[in-house]
């Protein structure tokens, strides 16, 4: 299996491009994805922020990842807690994860236990 991150990403683009063409706001994550994969999170990001104005909440998660990515911790921290604030427990895992790096162990405990679904939180909890 060839593991190069651009194997998939002319479908990935065409697959996104046919959703934008027909009015899918999804399609712009889906772009965001394609980007991201092939290591352009700044580019991506662009595209998350997008998406998550028009209602893709799966774009908050994934522009926290796309900051992240970009070296923006700040940006990142906040996109992960918008996340979480909307219902997802992978943002408040990440949330949690970033807040537990930066040594504010309370806010991480907060956003640990919005994650609690998830296996690996009580470990880390």
Do not use: I
Not at 9 to 31: C, I, N, S, W, Y
Not at 84 to 92: I, L, P, W, Y
Not at 97 to 121: I, K, V
């Amino acid at each position: 299996m060839d593991d190069d991150p651009y194997d998939d990403l002319e479908g990935d683009v065409a697959f996104a491009v046919d959703g934008l063409l027909e009015g899918d706001v999804d399609a712009l994550h889906d772009l965001g994805n394609a980007l991201l994969k092939a290591g352009h999170p700044s580019v991506a990001a662009r595209f998350f922020f997008e998406a998550q104005k028009r209602g893709v909440s799966d774009s908050l998660l994934n522009l926290g990842n796309a900051k992240l990515d970009s070296g923006d911790d700040d940006e990142a921290a906040s996109w992960f807690e918008r996340s979480a604030e909307s219902g997802d427990v992978k943002g408040a895992f990440m949330a949690a994860q970033h807040a537990a790096d930066r040594g504010d162990l309370d806010r991480a405990e907060h956003f640990y236990r919005r994650a609690a679904a998830m296996p690996e939180t009580a470990v880390r909890l």
